[in-house]
C-alpha cells in the first residue's frame, strides 16, 4: 500500500520537527514527510526541513487581503502534493473554520500542558507560575476551538520542587519528542478512532 503523505507546520526551533524527521529516517513513522510549512520565514524548523531535504513553503500572512485567502493557497498547495494529513509542530497561528473542514480529523497538535489547563502560547510558564505539583504533555486533534479537540494522549510528571522554568521546559520538551511520533504513528495505521470527545486507540493485531 502506498505510504500516507503529510506536512509538518511550525513557526519557531522545530526541536518536534527534528524529533519528527528523526522517526521517518529511522522507520518508525511510516509515512512520508512530504512538506513543512511556516508562517514565519525565520523559524529555525526551516533550515531543519531544507537540511534533511525536505520541500519547504513559508507564506506570510501578511501578504494576504483575508485570513481565508492564505489559507485557500495553503490548501492548494497541500492538495498538489496529495497530503493526506497535518501535523502541527510549534505552529503559533490559529485556523479558520475553513482550513479545519478542509482536513477533518486529519490535523494533529501538541501542546505543552495538561490541557484542558493552561491553553494557550505559553504552556509551560503557565504552568510554571500556577505551581501545578504535576506537568505534561498533550496531543489532541484540532478542531476550530484553540486547543480543545480530542484528546489523542496525554503523559504526566511530578514536577520537582525548587525546579527552574528552564529545567520544567526541558523536561517538557523531551518527553514532546518521545510521544508526537508514537502519535503520529498511531495515526498513520489507522489506529485512532474518534467518538465525540474521545479517541480510542485501536488494538495493533486487530486493524493491520
Ligand atoms: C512545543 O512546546 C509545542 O508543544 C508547542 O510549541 C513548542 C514548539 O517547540 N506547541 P519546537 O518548535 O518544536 O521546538
Redesign the pocket.
Known sequence: MAKLKFAVF????????QAIIDAVKAGTITAELALVFSNNAKAF?LERAKEAGIETLCFLSKDYATPQSYERDIVMRLRELDIDFIV????MKIFTAYFIKEFPNQIL????SLLPAFKGKD??KDTFTYGTKIAG?TIHFVNDKMDAGPIVMQEAFAVADGIKLEELEEK??QL?HQMYPKAIQLFVEGRLKITGRKVTVLDKSKHS
Open positions: 511550525v513557526s519557531g526551533n522545530g526541536s518536534n520537527l524548523a502541527l509542530a510549534g505552529f497538535n501538541i501542546h505543552p504552556g509551560i504533555v517538557v520538551h514532546e
